[in-house]
């Protein structure tokens, strides 16, 4: 039988609406594109679980602020700090109690839980996600680029009480290029 059809003498039940719902795609939105083997879940990420042939056990899942998420049948599971992978497995064994060889797919669906922030002179401003390492270059490259009256040479980053320096004109130029840093969650990149 192929997946998606139903045997001849069953009803053909309705997935659960969420389990349905499109990737959201925005400069604040993860979609599919963290690596499911190195990423590092956390609090307020939103996942995706689908279990084959159980579309009232699937379905988008928030990972509450203690770093757990709460799943039909089988109660409470840690999920922060486990890759997608890792947790998609621990699932599978925890549904193995109540399910016969239940097949388990985990997605991060939204990141919430790493940010980097870009405001001021740019031509998109807000919160992206940190899915994998991004320098200050690359950020502003998402946020669109410098606008015309930007201060490319005092732009600065905020690290909670650090304050660092960014010369976007001489990293361009290939000089003091150890100013190109990798963002950390909670980054504030502002571009007077």
Same mark, same amino acid.
């Given at each position: 039988?192929?997946?998606?059809?139903?045997?001849?003498?069953?009803?053909?039940?309705?997935?659960?609406?969420? =389990?349905? @719902? !499109?990737?959201?795609?925005? $400069?604040?939105?993860?979609?599919?594109?963290?690596?499911?083997? &190195?990423? #590092?879940?956390?609090?307020?990420?939103?996942?995706?679980?689908?279990?084959?042939?159980?579309?009232?056990?699937?379905?988008?899942?928030?990972?509450?602020?203690?770093?757990?998420?709460?799943?039909?049948?089988?109660?409470?599971?840690?999920?922060?700090?486990?890759?997608?992978?890792?947790?998609?497995?621990?699932?599978?064994? =925890?549904? @193995? !109690?109540?399910?016969?060889? $239940?097949?388990?797919?985990?997605?991060?669906?939204?990141?919430? &839980?790493? #940010?980097?922030?870009?405001?001021?002179?740019?031509?998109?401003?807000?919160?992206?996600?940190?899915?994998?390492?991004?320098?200050?270059?690359?950020?502003?490259?998402?946020?669109?680029?410098?606008?015309?009256?930007?201060?490319?040479?005092?732009?600065?980053?905020?690290?909670?009480?650090?304050?660092?320096?960014?010369?976007? =004109?001489?990293?361009?130029?290939?000089?003091?290029?150890?100013?190109?840093?990798?963002?950390?969650?909670?980054?504030?990149?502002?571009?007077?």
């Amino acid at each position: 039988m192929l997946l998606g059809q139903t045997a001849p003498n069953q009803t053909e039940t309705k997935p659960a609406p969420a =389990a349905e @719902e !499109k990737p959201e795609v925005s $400069p604040t939105s993860g979609g599919a594109a963290v690596d499911p083997r &190195s990423y #590092r879940i956390g609090a307020e990420d939103v996942l995706l679980l689908r279990i084959w042939r159980e579309p009232d056990l699937s379905g988008l899942f928030t990972v509450r602020p203690d770093g757990k998420i709460n799943l039909m049948l089988v109660g409470e599971l840690d999920a922060a700090e486990r890759t997608p992978v890792e947790l998609e497995a621990q699932i599978a064994k =925890a549904y @193995e !109690k109540v399910l016969k060889n $239940p097949l388990v797919t985990l997605q991060v669906q939204r990141v919430e &839980s790493k #940010r980097y922030y870009i405001s001021g002179e740019v031509n998109r401003t807000g919160a992206f996600p940190l899915i994998r390492p991004i320098t200050v270059l690359e950020a502003l490259t998402m946020a669109g680029g410098i606008r015309e009256f930007g201060n490319a040479k005092k732009i600065v980053i905020m690290r909670g009480k650090e304050r660092i320096k960014f010369n976007y =004109a001489e990293v361009i130029k290939g000089k003091k290029l150890e100013q190109n840093i990798a963002l950390e969650p909670g980054d504030h990149v502002v571009v007077p």
